[in-house]
């Protein structure tokens, strides 16, 4: 079934895409330079989180590339 979708919400996708792609890559920045996330409990960490943490924003990273390449190559 074919939709028609407002260009205003396809811009807001555009905009909240490239937020996501640059907390992410900021995540990812803090990370290279020594920041570490760990998983807890009660404030109280019980296991390092940080290579989960920086796989899954170089994910996001990589898939919203992907999505911001689909949409630019459409709108050329």
Known sequence: MDRTVPS???EQWIVHLRRQRSRALDAIWLIEKGASLHDGRNGVPTSDATAR??????????????????????NA
């Open 53 to 74: 943490w920086l796989s899954e924003q170089q994910q996001v990273v990589t898939d919203v590339d992907l999505l911001l390449q689909s949409y630019e190559s459409i």
């Open 8 to 10: 205003e919400v396809i």
